[in-house]
């Protein structure tokens, strides 16, 4: 089982749309759990973290399972700019590197 | 958020030719950096993580005879990519941490892109 698994999408949606992404993680030890986006040949950027009892920035919701070790993004009201790839990361068995998911690929049209 | 640059943001070399990466964080003390490496439509892998002062510990898979780091002083880590090969051809991201801040982020640097011909 892949450390961090997230559905590759792509998710082709208009704007305004409310999409939801999924991961799972398999380290049961992991404690810090993250959202962050990749725009096409660029570096990654940090969206939010994630705690476990859930938390919302503005348009975008995270939420976080433990017992099924799955960590979800709602991002509400879907504009253009939020075309990117979502990445879903989680950090490692000592708690100093990130593990990162492939990604998802959301395209928003007008 | 603290600011990390990389130097260049894109090379090309000959095959058999060493190539040096330079990872700086501007605004801060890395007392931690880190390397990934991203083919495309992958994800980011951890190559090896650098501490300030001591020799670095790659994953698994990652020849350190071949990507040679160095963590000198705490704003500036190097890899060097030795005797390159096509295969190596990837987006080489480092980013930085400072564990002293209690702050639970990395920052990453925009990134080097690297062609071996």
């Known amino acids: 089982r892949k450390e961090v698994e997230q559905d590759p999408g792509p998710f082709n949606v208009p704007e305004g749309a409310t999409v939801a992404f999924n991961c799972t993680y398999s380290n049961s030890a992991s404690q810090s759990f993250f959202w962050y986006r990749q725009d096409c040949r660029k570096e990654p950027k940090l969206l939010m973290s994630?705690?476990?009892s859930g938390n919302e920035d503005g348009r975008f919701t995270a939420q976080l399972n433990r017992a099924s070790q799955y960590i979800s993004l709602l991002i509400r009201d879907s504009k253009l700019s939020d075309s990117a790839t979502y990445l879903c990361v989680v950090n490692n068995q000592a708690g100093t590197a990130l593990i990162f998911g492939k990604g998802t690929t959301l395209s928003v049209s007008s | 958020g603290a600011v990390v640059s990389q130097h260049p943001s894109r090379v090309i070399c000959k095959s058999g030719t060493s190539v040096k990466i330079e990872c700086r964080s501007l605004?801060?003390?890395?007392?931690?950096m880190f390397w990934y490496r991203q083919f495309p439509k992958q994800s980011l892998m951890l190559m090896a993580t650098s501490n300030e002062g001591s020799k670095a510990t790659y994953e698994q898979g990652v020849e350190k005879d071949k990507f040679l780091i160095n963590h000198a002083s705490l704003t500036l880590s190097t890899l060097t990519v030795t005797s390159a090969h096509p295969e190596d051809s990837s987006f080489y991201i480092c980013s930085a941490r400072d564990l002293t801040s209690g702050v639970n982020e990395q920052f990453f640097g925009p990134g080097t892109r690297l062609t071996v011909l």
């Open positions: 605004d801060f003390q890395a007392t931690t």
């Open positions: 994630v705690y476990s």
